[in-house]
């Protein structure tokens, strides 16, 4: 079975923090994702990358950076966490080619205080 | 823009009543079509995909999705739902050559005794 993992469930951080977000996966994708979850909204992309060193922004890429060292590894960066990140952090993979069906981690809520 | 809209934002249901959730999506192109499940605090589990052919699609768990392309839709029911089926429920769309998904806002199932 595909495994995603994600370094924390909750994280409480204040505000002008930097804040690190890990995820890995086992099964060799070359695609990750990272989400974020907020009622009402769904999910909306944040960064994903298609290849080690290799990141395109999504559709709120603002406050965040993301780094990819490693195939297995997808790191989302809060450079100074403000509170209006205080949101549930998804991260996904999936294989190049078709289907692109993507397999999520468990989530980190992380909290903004 | 690709687009996918659930319009039901909260459905209850009683257990054993059957359930239906509605997506549509906005773009001409032949999708690809996923219904994602996520129970309290974890991650999204794929319950079914649609790529090509027969256009009842079934999933685990004993979900079904039908592809209505005259419609642009993609709708998940359920014959029988049990209370462990509440749950938030994501319609998510990609296409080819493309491998970001668009997910859709997500419609919350509250099963009542």
């Known amino acids: 079975d595909v495994k995603v993992t994600q370094s924390s469930r909750y994280l409480v951080k204040r505000t002008g923090e930097k804040v690190f977000l890990e995820c890995v996966q086992d099964?060799?994708?070359?695609?990750m994702f990272w989400y974020r979850q907020d009622p009402g909204l769904g999910l909306r992309l944040i960064y994903f990358s298609y290849d080690v060193k290799m990141k395109e922004k999504g559709d709120i890429p603002e406050g965040y950076s993301v780094s990819r060292e490693k195939k297995e590894r997808f790191s989302l960066i809060l450079e100074s966490a403000s509170t209006n990140q205080t949101s549930m952090y998804l991260c996904?993979?999936?294989?190049?080619?078709?289907?692109?069906?993507?397999?999520f981690g468990p989530g980190t809520r992380l909290t903004v205080t | 823009a690709q687009s996918v809209t659930q319009p039901d934002i909260h459905i209850t249901v009683s257990e054993g009543a059957s359930l239906e959730l509605r997506c549509n999506y906005s773009?001409?192109?032949?999708?690809?079509l996923f219904w994602y499940v996520q129970s309290p605090g974890q991650g999204l589990q794929l319950l079914l995909k649609y790529f090509s052919g027969d256009t009842l699609v079934q999933g685990i768990k004993g979900f079904e999705a039908e592809f209505k392309r005259s419609q642009s839709s993609f709708n998940l029911r359920k014959p029988s739902v049990h209370w462990s089926d509440a749950a938030e429920y994501f319609c998510a769309v990609g296409y080819p050559n493309d491998y970001k998904l668009s997910f859709g806002a997500g419609t919350t199932v509250t099963v009542r005794a």
């Open positions: 996904a993979s999936s294989f190049l080619a078709f289907p692109y069906e993507q397999y």
């Open positions: 773009y001409g192109a032949t999708p690809y």
């Open positions: 099964m060799d994708h070359e695609n």
